[in-house]
């Protein structure tokens, strides 16, 4: 497919990434030669997993203690009384 | 024990024969780690191989080593090896970067399974190496923070993402590192140093600790200057791990048990789809000449298929950055990391915290895997990439029926010059192509120095690749041993700064 600009700027809302112009055209640019590329697993045959086949073993689900919430604390951006310290919920996010 | 050459510097011994002579109190860990910091204090202004050398503390644990030893106790098969860590490797209490700005600052909280391992076999950590941002490169120019020199040739990139932990052991900083391999990110650094790279089974060595970048490839492995060394570290790191949900229970074994044994009448598996004039002229030539190194070996060729090779760098650039996509979600201004002075509201927060602390390559992975995961889009690319994908694995099953091992060109070049291709992320994705397939299918894979491009005039290192089944690591091991003694490769680069120019 032939990737576009608006393509761009819908995937990068997606994603929460912002761009400037510039970025964008540069982007989709780079991003639609790699999706020509990609095209062609078109051309190449596929099969389905075989479920039956053993993978890695998930080990059982055990309760054991968790990160110290201070040691957690120490890398957060904010904090208050032991929560995390966020910026007001409602609005933003026009690119 | 393999022999010591007369008159090495302390330096230039092996991981076995460092773990040897502390043992026996011949040499002390101190000693050591003193040798390594000195050849470190003169190579590294050379390839900037580290973010941050952990010099005091490396002095106080090697000291603390040297107690133990002087107690009656044995530390352990790795005592007093200095190891140099990738900087997406938890060890808690210090900085780790994942070489991106998001995650400057951040420190640790706990340690990785894999380097706890190292830690109570005796090791003693270096420092952290520079890495491409998340792991995403091929040449290490996408860290945030600095460019890693080839140490053979100071124009030429080291490879990535682990190009640090590959310079560093090439120039004798330490005799072994450790980093992580998602796409080829060990045996490509590894190939292109001229030193050896594995990357262990899906599975073999706990993740815990690891930043992840795509859940369904990484692994841990070793990045040693022999064979033996790599194997010997890979054995102290290998195993079950209750933290790692996808840590196989498999037992792990001695690698070094049957390492030496030759490999007459193996069968080694040769992929009909490598087409040399997709190598460089050197790389073709060295191609050829490592098969007749296997053949003298004992080893005995045979034709095996996989015909979805061509496809393997589109199936990895789908399935891998998709994956990317939602592991880097967490890096969203809130927890930790990053977080923009400017926004006033949560959504903003995480729009500009995101782009602020990523780099280009980094956004362009997570919008490609945001591409490939997006409605409309998900059946077109992500499902079909997951089913060539298992097209493949059945492929390479077949393979392994006739075959033992598997081997390609670890990278289709030598070394390519600093700055080549960064313009261009197409063409450094497909320096990926052989070392992609053992990635996506979970296989047991090493790289292994396979002689020089003398031919083409640039000395640089080239290297074999050999893939095993699945859990198969002892079997790899063996054969890469095997290869190695019939090269009879040495590491000593050479620094070299004039460009030359040449065959890449």
New interface residues.
């Given amino acids: 497919m032939a990737l576009t600009h608006e393509d761009v700027k819908k995937i990068a809302a997606l994603a929460r990434l912002r761009f400037t112009p510039e970025e964008e055209l540069r982007l989709t640019g780079q991003l639609a030669k790699i999706v020509d590329y990609i095209d062609q697993l078109q051309a190449f045959e596929t099969a389905e997993p075989d479920l039956g086949s053993r993978g890695v073993e998930e080990a059982a689900d055990q309760t054991a203690p968790c990160l110290p919430r201070e040691k957690f604390l120490a890398n957060a951006p904010a904090s208050l009384d032991g929560f995390l310290l966020v910026p007001e919920v409602k609005g933003g996010g026009d690119a | 024990m393999p022999e010591m050459s007369e008159g090495a510097e302390i330096w230039e011994l092996s991981v076995e024969e460092i773990a040897a002579k502390v043992r026996s109190r011949e040499i002390s860990a101190s000693e050591i780690l003193e040798a390594c910091l000195a050849r470190t204090a003169r190579v590294e202004p050379l390839i900037s191989a580290y973010l941050e050398i952990f010099e005091v503390e490396a002095r106080e644990r090697a000291a603390a080593l040297d107690r133990r030893i002087a107690a009656g106790e044995d530390p352990g098969p790795l005592a007093g090896v200095p190891v140099a860590l990738k900087d997406n490797l938890s060890l808690d209490g210090h900085a780790l970067t994942c070489g991106s700005r998001i995650l400057a600052g ?2 640790a ?2 340690t990785a399974t894999a380097v706890e391992r190292l830690l109570a076999a005796g090791a003693v950590p270096l420092g952290r190496n520079n890495m491409d941002e998340f792991a995403m490169g091929s040449s290490c120019e996408n860290s945030a923070y600095q460019l890693t020199r080839n140490p053979w040739d100071l124009g030429a990139v080291p490879g990535g993402s682990s190009g640090g932990p590959a310079a560093a052991v090439a120039a004798g900083s330490v005799p072994l590192s450790f980093g992580s391999d998602t796409g080829g990110s060990i045996r490509q650094p590894a190939a292109l140093c001229g030193v050896v790279g594995v990357k262990p089974t ?2 073999r060595v706990s993740r815990y600790g690891l930043v992840a970048f795509a859940s369904s490839t990484d692994q841990i492995g070793p990045i040693a200057r022999t064979v033996r060394d790599s194997a010997l570290a890979l054995e102290v790191i290998a195993g ?1 791990d ?1 933290r790692d ?5 498999e037992p792990v074994g001695s690698y070094l048990a049957g390492i030496e044994q030759d490999i007459s009448g193996l069968k080694v598996g040769v992929i009909r789809e490598i087409d040399p004039k997709a190598l460089s002229a050197a790389a073709a030539r060295n191609w050829q000449q490592s098969l007749d190194r296997l053949t003298g070996a004992g080893a005995e060729l045979v034709e095996v298929s996989l ?2 090779l ?2 393997a ?3 990895y ?2 399935v891998a950055t998709s994956e990317a ?1 939602a592991n880097l ?1 967490r890096f ?8 923009s002075a400017k ?10 915290s ?2 602020e602390g ?1 780099g280009p390559e980094v ?2 992975r ?3 895997g ?2 490939a995961l ?1 409605s409309g889009y998900y059946d ?2 992500y499902g ?5 994908l ?2 493949m ?2 492929e390479l099953a077949t393979a392994f029926e006739t075959a033992g091992v598997v081997v390609t060109p670890t990278t289709p070049t030598a070394a390519f010059r600093l700055g080549e291709k960064v313009d261009d ?2 063409a450094m ?1 497909l320096s990926d192509i052989f070392t992609t397939p053992a990635s996506l299918v979970g296989l047991p894979t090493i790289a292994v120095p396979s002689g020089s491009d003398n031919a083409g005039d640039t000395g640089l290192p080239l290297s074999l690749q050999i893939m095993g089944r699945p859990f198969a690591e002892a079997t790899v091991f063996r054969v890469a041993r095997a290869f190695e003694r019939e090269v009879g490769w040495s590491v000593a680069p050479t620094f070299r700064e004039a460009r030359v120019a040449g065959d890449h």
């Fill in positions: 951040y420190v909280p706990f899906y599975g079950a209750p949900a996808t840590c196989a229970t015909p979805s061509d496809a760098i589109a199936v650039y789908v996509s979600a969203d201004g809130v927890r930790y990391g990053h977080r926004a006033d509201n949560l959504t903003d927060l995480y729009f500009d995101r782009s990523f956004k362009r997570i919008m490609l945001t591409f997006s077109a690319y079909r990439a997951r089913g060539v298992e097209h694995r059945a992320p197409l994705y």
